[in-house]
């Protein structure tokens, strides 16, 4: 596992820290033939040499696949990715790359990964009450509050594209989290940001439905994650 972790360091600075934003666009525009690229795999070898002390005769089979395989990786995102598909390659991109940080140091260490070690109760009774705080309260707050939608000009309208509902799901994931490790007065200080940043829709609005259907949506959702904390806590004590 150290190994891997050495592995994945060499990659955040690599990909992250070391990967200026012009590198990222010349490397978009030139793709292969772009001296760019290979500065940036350049710089990635340097790295993982220096993790392994450049050790080159114990680990000379996972330094080559991790380096052809990143140079692989990132020449097929560069061809295939289009505008519109940037974020969808992004995470594929460093999925690939840490999957192959993975394969490399299993060639030096037993990994031995359990499907029963990972789905175990208090994981599946997490993963379930997740999915209850974000997806299924997202709808049951939708069905909930849609009968006193107030009615608004689209053309007035600034917001981002779904960004209540993702503001949502963030701020109920907020809630549960203070709620499960026992930070109940982190939720104030949550509420009270979001009062200050929706003060202006509930000052400058003229319509005091919008106002009301505001404040009923943001209590219901702080009420539903507080809710679900609470029973998580509950469900997992008798586990």
């Known amino acids: ?55 080159l005769y114990q680990y000379w089979l996972g330094f080559l696949l991790i380096i052809v395989s990143h140079y692989a990786i990132d020449l097929l995102k560069l ?11 992004f995470f594929i991109d460093q999925v690939l790359h840490v999957v192959f940080l993975f394969l490399a140091s299993a060639l030096y260490a037993d990994f031995t990964v359990s499907v029963e070690n990972i789905f175990t109760d208090e994981i599946l009774l997490l993963l379930i009450f997740i999915l209850l705080v974000t997806s299924v ?12 939608n107030p009615e608004t000009k689209k053309e007035n309208d600034d917001s981002l594209a779904k960004a209540g509902r993702y503001i949502g ?18 939720i104030g200080f949550l509420l009270a940001a979001k009062s200050v940043f929706r003060f202006g829709d509930l000052t400058s609005s003229k319509d005091r439905k919008l106002t009301e259907y505001i404040l009923i949506g943001t209590l219901l959702s702080f009420w539903i994650a507080i809710f679900l904390g609470v029973l998580y806590l509950y469900f997992l004590t008798i586990l």
């Open 1 to 55: 596992m150290i190994l891997f972790l050495k592995f994945l360091l060499a990659h955040i600075l690599g990909d992250f820290v070391f990967q200026s934003e012009s590198w990222v666009l010349d490397k978009e525009k030139k793709k292969v033939k772009s001296v760019k690229l290979y500065y940036h795999i350049g710089i990635h070898a340097f790295l993982v040499l220096l993790i392994l002390q450049f050790n």
């Open 137 to 148: 309260s997202a709808i049951i707050i939708k069905i909930v509050i849609t009968q006193w």
């Open 169 to 186: 799901i963030l701020e109920r994931l907020f809630v549960f989290v203070f709620v499960i490790t026992n930070h109940w007065e982190a």
């Open 79 to 89: 061809y295939f990715q289009k505008k519109k598909t940037k974020r969808i390659w």
